[in-house]
């Protein structure tokens, strides 16, 4: 069975530092996918950032980054320049190749607070 | 851009009422998922449809059942509402039935139902 651990229930930054909310995995598929999602108060899904294990370097997009240490099974989100509307909960992911390979497995969320 | 659409932003049922949630992406894509968020637990996936007609149970399906008559549409159907349901609704697409890791699942913006 595939699991997410996100061990961090709330994390404070300041505005314009940087980040890291927490993730680890467990599965037994070969191939799998990594994915982080931001939640704002509104209560949308926001897809944010892609790691596929086979994937030779960290996955970017724009101030996001992903910290991938497959041996360690942790897929870390990096936010460069925090901003005061990155304030959200911060979702992480798995979804695997085998039986049920549809679904995404999620994590119980991070609570990010940006202060000015 | 795709598009998921939930029926209402807001809820409110008495218990024993039938509640029917609906759900609309304009992708086509094939798979649609129905998940409930409750704080400190994350999302859970209640059921999920990979094909019109097709329906398979996700974790929690107990006092839940769906329908998709068509590719774009797919309904949540509480039989006999209970305060126990009071949650954050969130409906789910995705493109591909299979193996491809990387496809992302888009998201509606989420039904707050409160069960009186």
């Known amino acids: 069975a595939q699991k997410i651990t996100q061990t961090q229930p709330g994390m404070f930054v300041q505005e314009k530092e940087a980040v890291t909310l927490d993730c680890t995995y467990d599965t037994s598929d070969p191939s799998y996918g990594l994915f982080w999602y931001k939640q704002p108060s509104s209560g949308e899904m926001i897809f944010l950032i892609y790691q596929g294990s086979y994937d030779q370097q960290n996955a970017t997009e724009g101030r996001y980054s992903l910290n991938f240490q497959k041996a360690r099974k942790s897929a870390n989100l990096v936010i460069s320049a925090s901003q005061l509307g990155d304030s959200a909960m911060y979702f992480c992911a798995m979804r695997g190749t085998q039986g049920g390979s549809e679904k995404l497995v999620f994590g119980k969320g991070t609570k990010l607070t940006v202060n000015p | 851009d795709v598009k998921v659409t939930q029926s209402s932003r807001y809820l409110v049922k008495r218990t024993g009422e039938k509640v029917f949630l609906e759900c609309v992406q304009d992708?086509?894509?094939?798979?649609m998922f129905w998940y409930r968020q409750d704080p400190g637990l994350g999302l859970r996936l209640i059921y999920f449809?990979?094909?019109?007609?097709?329906?398979e149970k996700g974790d929690i399906p107990e006092g839940y059942s769906v329908s998709r008559e068509k590719k774009e549409r797919f309904s949540l159907i509480l039989e006999s509402a209970s305060t126990n349901q009071t949650s954050m609704y969130l409906c789910?697409?995705?493109?591909?039935?299979?193996?491809?890791?990387?496809?992302?699942?888009?998201f509606g913006p989420g039904t707050r139902l409160t069960v009186l």
């Open positions: 992708m086509d894509h094939e798979n």
């Open positions: 789910a697409s995705s493109p591909n039935p299979g193996w491809r890791v990387g496809d992302t699942q888009y």
């Open positions: 449809s990979y094909d019109v007609k097709m329906k």
